[in-house]
């Protein structure tokens, strides 16, 4: 269906999993919604393609039903560095792995019940003073919400990209039918590249490699993981390689007059700690709020708030990252202290306050790492 002349009351650029949610809070706070995608669903993209609780929570609320058959739940994450091995537990949730293909139709299919006004294969060109410009022709609406990924124009046309990172990372994925071994997120640590193991169903994984550097392909990446390569040895892949990146790309704000910016489009730092979609389902629900209350400076305040700690916690991990004896060391220091593992992680999902981190835990980590 042509979207020419079409009016708006928010036009969200961009139907992956940050866009879709953004339209599915805005429609339960009772706005009309226009989004378009240049693609056509289902929608694939490289993803380690688990949800931490907190993320999975936020779907419940806006009506998101996964379905039991097609997710995976996971209690944890393991860190796997050599011979040592630590694991830390959520506190009660679990979180699950979901194909992203499974995600996109299930996101489609709640936006398309609360009538969300839906046009793929729609590209936006640019903006213009009452809305943006599609190869189609003009869309006019009172809000713009840039939900358009990683590499958002809308952010550049905007005027609200910020200088790009020198440290480049990328990543790759790639399924396997295999029965998940662990109920874990696996975390394999080399020198320069993690390889991330997540259960998204009864019979399948998926694994996400992550690496500093120059482009790679996914089996050259895997000879850095031998362990990891026997399990896999013999094992049907069931996917195309999908990579992405370099990753961090950051956004000088998250608004500009009615023009607002959500999900990997609204900046974004690295996926090893595996949240960027629980961030963007946060983000649209303090932006439907934002847009119904018609003053996105709440969603600015609000958008801080829910990327201070992980973006935080993003920046030490990949500074670790960049150290590998320290890196050991941590992982060691991790192994001897499972309860300190479990609450970082249920400050990571959200289930804990910082401050008890800061006060409690935080000394007796460096008192491990010390040992270590
Ligand atoms: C290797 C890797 C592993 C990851 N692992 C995890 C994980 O385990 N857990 C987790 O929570 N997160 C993970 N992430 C992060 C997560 O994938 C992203 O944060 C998430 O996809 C962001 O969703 P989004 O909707 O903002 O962007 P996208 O999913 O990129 O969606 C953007 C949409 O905009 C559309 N678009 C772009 N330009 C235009 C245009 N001009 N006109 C119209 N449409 C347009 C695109 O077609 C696309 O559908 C990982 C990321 C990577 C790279």
Known sequence: MPVVNRVTEVLIVGGGPGGLAAAVAARLEGLEVMVVD???PPIDKACGEG?????????????????????????GIRYIDGETVAEGR???????????????????????ELGVDLRWGVRVEKLSDSGVETQDGPVNARWIVGADGLRSRVRHWAGLEAAASKWQRFGVRRHFRLQPWSDCVEVYWADGCEAYVTPVAADEIGIAVLWSGRKARFDRLMESFPTLANRLEGA?????????????QRSKAVTRGHLALIGDAAGYVDAITGEGLSIAFHQATALAMALRQGDLALYARRCRDITRLPDAMTQLLLWIERRPALR?????ALAREPAIFSRLLAVHCRALPVRGLVLETAPRLLWRLVQS
């Not at 049907?236 to 370099?246: A, K, L, N, Q, Y």
């Open 328 to 332: 050991r060391r941590v992982v060691r």
């Open 38 to 40: 240049r693609r056509r």
């Open 90 to 112: 959520f506190p009660e949730v679990a979180g699950a792995g979901v194909r992203r293909l499974h995600l996109h139709q299930c996101l489609v299919r709640r936006a398309e």
């Open 236 to 248: 049907e892949v069931v996917s195309r390689d999908r990579g992405c990146g370099p990753l961090r």
């Open 51 to 75: 949800l931490m609780p907190d993320g999975l929570a936020v779907l419940r609320d806006l009506g998101v039903e996964l379905g039991a058959g097609q997710k995976q739940a996971f209690r």
